[in-house]
């Protein structure tokens, strides 16, 4: 059985930092490219960043610079640095593992608000 469960979201000043982490099971951890998306109220879910099983990654526009994605393959186990908290970085963050076929996590929540 798959499981992708994410941690670290929660309530955090303009300007401030979180770590999210996702630990996954049930899958061959290192040859899934690993992603982190995001969905804002009343928007369409995007890409925040993603990271090849050998390390590549990529970021959406809107947070490079400023958020860090980065995976521990012993550990099974893809992070997500997320550093100058915007307001508009509000939204449920999800993880998702894909290789053959995709998988989710049940998402956590990231507010920033003063």
């Known amino acids: 059985q798959v499981q992708l469960v994410e941690s670290g979201g929660g309530l955090v000043q303009p300007g401030g930092s979180l770590r999210l982490s996702c630990a996954a099971s049930?899958?061959?951890?290192?040859?899934?490219?690993m992603a982190w998306y995001r969905q804002a109220p009343g928007k369409q879910r995007e890409l925040v960043a993603s990271i090849t099983g050998g390390g590549t990654t990529e970021y959406a526009d809107s947070v490079k610079g400023r958020f860090t994605i980065s995976r521990d393959n012993a550990k099974n186990m893809v992070d997500l640095q997320m550093n100058s908290l915007k307001a508009e970085d509000t939204a449920v963050y999800y993880c998702?593992?894909?290789?053959?076929?995709?998988?989710w996590g049940q998402g956590t929540q990231v507010t920033v608000s003063s």
């Open positions: 998702k593992a894909a290789w053959r076929t995709e998988y």
């Open positions: 049930g899958i061959f951890f290192r040859i899934y490219a």
